[in-house]
């Protein structure tokens, strides 16, 4: 067999998956599940711009590949194909050659959005956000046009592959300036609810996911920089959007705003979907399942509205509701053997403090410090709150999970007559498993290979 080829073939897959956005812990686990088929042990390592996987081959020398990964991306798809490309190793267990080729096809079958859908999905995103917060119908157009903004401004900047923070901040910018000029014109009733909902478009939510669900895997230093990330992001929205601010207002002035829009229970569920379907569109998830991506945002948001109208604060709410999207994901996830992440993403999204990052930044700019460290405080608190659900619930989760697969491996182990037992044991301890064993238990490991 092949060692630098096997070797080389499980960092390709871990680098292609830290290019598309997955997490961590993720990362890592492919690489040894897809080595561990073959009956090697590995030792894999990943943080956000660098995979690398070592072993030792068969002559006793060791093999290391490590890659460097560059410009992250936020593609659902090709980590869901790379998923499932990796289950099929681990149950079929070809020769590496085969399983390179593999690879190279799950790559070249990835799918796309095309241009036009892209940009449908930068409209509905903004528009379907707006009227959540406040604005009125004609506020939703405008929204949907400055959405078309962002999409422009960071689609080119991320064909040059810009900084991420200069892409947020020149898209921030580029956005704000013409929203607070035709609030200047009295085109617009409501221009917090038009920026606000445009700019959930730039809050990363898959960070802020991935974030949180590598610092319950263990990999704490991933989950930080992460975090540090997040926090940055929130920095340059402001940084653009105050900018903004701070040149149309000495020209063209700022009207204040005619009052929040508000609107019935169902007519949010309708615009929550509109918002939810235009991010699955951003983060390039297909088929079907994409649908019930959305429709886990409009319960997450139906629960919210529920926690509200029962005088619930607004950390409780944020609370349940993130606890109910992160049921809602791993539950999806495991009956339909998908990665947890594009559910948790876009089920999470309503929940995302856009507002809080807006307001707190605008309370600053007209002068009130007190108020806008109040307002910050609470988003962060929001944020906390967010987090700490979904910890609780993927924890949990994950201790099922562990307890199943225990119970899994008791129950075989029962089932194999002593001698057998005494045998695998023995061979087992020489380190001469055969390929023919470990494709006996593929398929077992594949039904508890990651979501």
């Given at each position: 067999?092949?060692?630098?080829?096997?070797?080389?073939?499980?960092?390709?897959?871990?680098?292609?998956?830290?290019?598309?956005?997955?997490?961590?812990?993720?990362?890592?686990?492919?690489m040894?599940?897809?080595?561990?088929?073959?009956g090697?042990?590995?030792?894999?390592?990943?943080?956000?711009?660098c995979v690398?996987?070592?072993?030792?081959?068969?002559?006793?020398?060791?093999?290391?590949?490590?890659?460097?990964v560059?410009?992250?991306?936020?593609?659902?798809?090709?980590?869901?194909?790379?998923?499932?490309?990796?289950r099929r190793?681990?149950?079929?267990?070809?020769?590496?050659?085969?399983?390179?080729q593999?690879?190279?096809?799950?790559?070249?079958?990835?799918?796309?959005?095309?241009t036009?859908?892209?940009?449908?999905?930068?409209?509905?995103g903004?528009?379907g956000?707006?009227?959540?917060?406040?604005?009125?119908?004609r506020?939703?157009?405008?929204?949907?046009?400055?959405?078309?903004?962002?999409?422009?401004?960071?689609?080119?900047?991320?064909?040059?592959?810009?900084?991420?923070?200069?892409?947020?901040?020149?898209?921030?910018?580029?956005?704000?300036?013409?929203a607070?000029?035709?609030?200047?014109?009295?085109?617009?009733?409501?221009?917090?609810?038009?920026?606000?909902?445009?700019?959930?478009?730039?809050?990363?939510?898959?960070?802020i996911?991935?974030?949180?669900?590598d610092?319950?895997?263990?990999?704490?230093?991933s989950?930080?920089?992460?975090?540090?990330?997040v926090?940055?992001?929130?920095?340059?929205?402001?940084?653009?959007?105050?900018?903004?601010?701070?040149?149309?207002?000495?020209?063209?002035?700022?009207?204040e705003?005619?009052?929040?829009?508000?609107?019935?229970?169902?007519?949010?569920?309708?615009m929550?979907?509109?918002?939810?379907?235009?991010?699955?569109?951003?983060?390039?998830?297909?088929?079907?399942?994409?649908?019930?991506?959305?429709?886990?945002?409009?319960?997450?948001?139906?629960?919210?509205?529920?926690c509200?109208?029962?005088?619930?604060?607004?950390y409780?709410?944020?609370?349940?509701?993130a606890?109910?999207?992160?049921?809602?994901?791993?539950?999806?996830?495991?009956?339909?053997?998908?990665?947890?992440?594009?559910?948790?993403?876009?089920?999470?999204?309503?929940?995302?403090?856009?507002?809080?990052?807006?307001?707190?930044?605008?309370?600053?700019?007209?002068?009130?410090?007190?108020?806008?460290?109040?307002?910050?405080?609470?988003?962060?608190?929001?944020a906390?709150?967010?987090?700490?659900?979904?910890?609780?619930?993927?924890?949990?989760?994950?201790?099922?999970?562990?307890?199943?697969?225990?119970?899994?491996?008791s129950?075989?182990?029962?089932?194999?007559?002593?001698?057998?037992?005494?045998f695998?044991?023995s061979?087992?301890?020489?380190?001469k498993?055969?390929?023919r064993?470990n494709?006996?238990?593929?398929?077992?490991?594949?039904?508890?290979?990651?979501?």
């Amino acid at each position: 067999m092949d060692y630098y080829l096997l070797t080389e073939l499980a960092a390709r897959i871990g680098y292609h998956l830290a290019l598309s956005g997955a997490e961590t812990f993720r990362i890592e686990e492919t690489m040894r599940r897809v080595i561990g088929a073959y009956g090697i042990e590995c030792q894999a390592f990943s943080i956000p711009n660098c995979v690398m996987v070592s072993l030792e081959a068969a002559n006793g020398k060791p093999l290391m590949v490590m890659k460097r990964v560059g410009f992250h991306g936020n593609d659902l798809e090709a980590v869901e194909k790379l998923n499932a490309l990796s289950r099929r190793i681990c149950a079929e267990v070809p020769e590496p050659s085969v399983a390179a080729q593999w690879l190279e096809e799950t790559l070249r079958e990835r799918r796309h959005y095309s241009t036009p859908i892209y940009y449908l999905g930068n409209f509905c995103g903004a528009a379907g956000f707006c009227p959540v917060f406040g604005g009125s119908l004609r506020d939703c157009l405008f929204a949907g046009l400055m959405g078309l903004i962002i999409g422009f401004v960071t689609r080119q900047m991320d064909k040059r592959e810009t900084n991420p923070f200069f892409s947020t901040i020149a898209a921030a910018f580029a956005m704000a300036v013409p929203a607070y000029f035709l609030a200047g014109l009295h085109l617009i009733d409501y221009v917090d609810a038009v920026i606000i909902g445009s700019l959930m478009i730039l809050v990363p939510g898959l960070l802020i996911t991935n974030s949180m669900r590598d610092i319950i895997y263990g990999d704490t230093n991933s989950g930080i920089n992460r975090i540090v990330q997040v926090l940055l992001s929130a920095f340059t929205i402001a940084m653009g959007t105050a900018a903004a601010w701070r040149v149309t207002a000495g020209v063209y002035g700022v009207t204040e705003p005619t009052g929040a829009t508000s609107y019935p229970v169902w007519a949010q569920a309708i615009m929550i979907f509109l918002a939810c379907t235009g991010f699955f569109i951003l983060f390039n998830t297909h088929g079907w399942g994409s649908a019930l991506c959305a429709a886990g945002g409009v319960l997450t948001w139906m629960v919210y509205l529920l926690c509200r109208s029962l005088g619930f604060s607004i950390y409780g709410m944020n609370f349940i509701a993130a606890i109910v999207a992160a049921l809602y994901s791993e539950i999806m996830a495991r009956s339909r053997k998908y990665p947890v992440t594009s559910y948790l993403v876009i089920s999470s999204i309503p929940l995302l403090p856009g507002a809080g990052i807006y307001y707190t930044m605008s309370l600053g700019l007209g002068g009130d410090v007190q108020a806008a460290v109040h307002k910050g405080l609470e988003t962060a608190g929001v944020a906390g709150s967010i987090a700490v659900a979904i910890l609780l619930v993927s924890t949990v989760c994950r201790h099922a999970a562990a307890q199943r697969r225990n119970r899994m491996k008791s129950e075989t182990a029962e089932k194999v007559p002593p001698v057998g037992r005494h045998f695998f044991s023995s061979m087992f301890h020489r380190g001469k498993r055969s390929a023919r064993q470990n494709h006996r238990g593929g398929r077992r490991k594949c039904l508890d290979f990651l979501c």
